[in-house]
């Protein structure tokens, strides 16, 4: 069963333009949630992490937030570049785990058009 | 430059052979992963490492293993590959597999079971 469902699927949006993707997860119980992003080829790379109840974090052009009630977070992408085209995946450590044990989305491509 | 490396990055191999991919990373990092990521699907994590010679099964362990002998160095072993191992394989590493520690990916292994 998937625990990190995440949405739209797919994204297409014009330069410039902001956008909001989301991520819900049945993960329990929940340490921490990170933001990746993953250029098409590459391996995935940090955006931000979230780790308290109604945490907001912020990173430049990203920013997230986190509603651990809800156990769901937003990623915003403000004013965006083409650049940004990539696919932007949630993970989720599961604070049961001694290892910490990542739960991962399968991702949110977004492509950004001129 | 904190850094994970992974060799090869593309292989090709028939069924029945034995597959090799290996992982490196500079950051004397305690905790090293091996996942793979299939299309529409989230990573899947096969193996995690906590040190030399100190490695548990992640969620799909059937048909790989792995060696640790170095803590700079994890690598995957496919005995007798099969058709279905075809993926993406990452390594990562994290400062501890405990915590809010970051993990740090590789650029990839784009392996090709024919």
């Known amino acids: 069963k998937t625990q990190v469902e995440q949405s739209p699927q797919s994204l297409v949006v014009r330069q410039g333009e902001n956008c909001v993707l989301q991520?819900?997860?049945?993960?329990?119980?929940?340490?921490?949630l990170r933001w990746f992003k993953q250029d098409t080829g590459k391996g995935l790379v940090s955006l931000t992490v979230?780790?308290?109840?109604?945490d907001k974090t912020s990173n430049g052009r990203y920013s997230a937030t986190l509603d651990k009630d809800a156990k769901h977070s937003t990623l915003h992408i403000t004013a965006t570049l083409l650049d940004d085209t990539a696919t932007y995946i949630c993970?989720?450590?599961?604070?049961?785990?001694?290892?910490?044990?990542?739960?991962f989305g399968a991702g949110t491509q977004l492509i950004v058009i001129p | 430059d904190m850094k994970v490396t992974q060799m090869p990055r593309y292989l090709i191999k028939r069924m029945g052979e034995n597959v090799l991919l290996e992982c490196g990373q500079d950051?004397?990092?305690?905790?090293m992963y091996w996942y793979r990521q299939d299309p529409g699907l989230g990573l899947q994590l096969i193996y995690i490492?906590?040190?030399?010679?100190?490695?548990s099964e992640g969620d799909i362990p059937k048909g790989y293993r792995v060696s640790r002998k170095k803590r700079e160095h994890f690598s995957l072993i496919l005995d007798s590959a099969k058709t279905n191992q075809t993926s993406v394989y990452f390594c990562?590493?994290?400062?501890?597999?405990?915590?809010?520690?970051?993990?740090?990916f590789g650029p990839g292994t784009r392996l090709t079971v024919l």
């Open positions: 990562a590493s994290s400062l501890s597999g405990t915590g809010v520690y970051e993990q740090y």
């Open positions: 991520c819900n997860y049945s993960v329990t119980p929940d340490n921490h």
């Open positions: 979230l780790v308290h109840e109604n």
């Open positions: 993970v989720v450590v599961d604070r049961g785990s001694a290892l910490g044990r990542l739960h």
């Open positions: 950051m004397s990092h305690e905790t």
């Open positions: 490492s906590y040190d030399v010679d100190s490695n």
